[in-house]
């Protein structure tokens, strides 16, 4: 257990010394969690400050009062369908890892739910489908190691790792991660290069060999989520499309980066600007508009395009 973080120890502590049938001294704690005694003793008193009911014996050591029990938690209905719609939706993702998570996370709420609320539960997971062509035909991938770069941010705590580049190259960063931005089908990770000494835009699944190292970092730029994820990548490449007016609304809602100029071309088509640093992943995600959108520049994405057109019929 010596991987967990403060939160997950305090309540792993307390469930173990819930379920024990014998109190637990300071010493067999701090083997067992890998950790200090001064530790133990900080996490004890986290666990009485909120109000949970811990008991002492000088030689037993600690346990919980015998006829303590956490209240099972309870939803109305309206709490219940809100909390169904985040979770079918990150279910739908093709993100493996996130959509196990969100399986676990309904398996748990469904266990201490009243019957009553796990039949309505139920139902909902039958009848309410987020994202059809997510659900029924994205095939899972592994989206990177968000969970322990969540921790990293939380901490501020500088990490290295080994990045593929789109030249296929992988090269070893060292980053002060700042935001975890989620798009449609994959993670991105938006940090300070030590390297570049600016700031940088990883996708995760080109991450491997991640360390979070024990090095605190103070951010180089204010934290400001719009700026970081709009302005993050000094690389990218200006791509000017045609967008037909039925297509726009839905075109601007979903583009993964910000529009930098919209102009009219005529009654029905938009000339739209932006600046993008995947074009091999842009090529793709346009394939969903079909010919609602079409491809002005710059001429290294028009001949993708062409050439995936091309795999498509041949």
């Known amino acids: 257990m010596k991987d967990l973080n403060s939160t997950e120890r305090v309540m792993k ?7 024990s049938t014998k109190r637990l001294t300071v010493n067999e704690l701090a083997t067992l969690f890998g950790v200090s005694r001064r530790t133990i003793f ?14 002492h014996d000088p030689v037993e050591g600690y346990g919980v009062m015998k006829e303590f029990r956490i209240p099972p938690i309870q939803f109305n209905p309206k709490e219940l369908s809100t909390l169904m719609v985040g979770i079918q939706f990150v279910k739908a993702q093709v993100n493996q890892s996130l959509s ?9 709420i469904r266990q201490v739910i009243n019957p009553e609320l796990r039949a309505f539960m139920d139902l909902m997971a039958e009848r309410m489908i987020i994202d059809p062509s997510m659900t029924f035909q994205s ?32 090269e070893d960063r060292k980053v002060d991660p700042y935001l975890l931005v989620f798009y449609t089908d994959h993670w991105n990770l938006i940090g300070y290069s030590h390297e570049r ?10 991450v491997t060999n991640l360390v979070v190292t024990d090095e605190n970092y103070a951010p180089k730029v204010k934290l400001d989520a719009r700026a970081l994820i709009f302005d993050s990548e000094s690389t990218e490449t200006m791509v000017e499309v045609y967008v037909h007016s039925k297509a726009l609304k839905r075109f601007s809602a979903n583009l993964p980066t910000k529009i930098i100029k ?11 600007t932006f600046g993008f640093d995947n074009l091999d992943y842009l090529n793709e995600w346009l394939l969903q508009f079909g010919a609602d959108v079409k491809v ?12 995936l057109l091309h795999k498509m019929i041949s």
Request: net charge positive; charged share 30%.
């Open 139 to 170: 095939e899972k991938q592994k989206g990177g190691d968000w969970y322990t770069l969540s921790g990293a941010i939380a901490s501020q705590k500088t990490i290295t790792f080994s990045y593929r580049n789109k030249k296929g190259i992988t």
């Open 42 to 55: 900080r996490d004890l008193n986290k666990l009485e400050a909120i109000g949970l009911p811990i008991t």
């Open 13 to 19: 502590m307390f469930s173990l010394m819930q379920s």
């Open 296 to 307: 002005i520049g710059p001429k290294e994405l028009v001949t993708k395009r062409q050439e």
């Open 262 to 272: 919209s102009n009219p071309e005529s009654a029905k088509m938009i000339k739209v």
């Open 197 to 206: 000494e600016s700031i940088r835009n990883y996708i995760l699944e080109k």
């Open 100 to 108: 196990e998570d969100a399986t676990m996370v309904e398996s748990k």
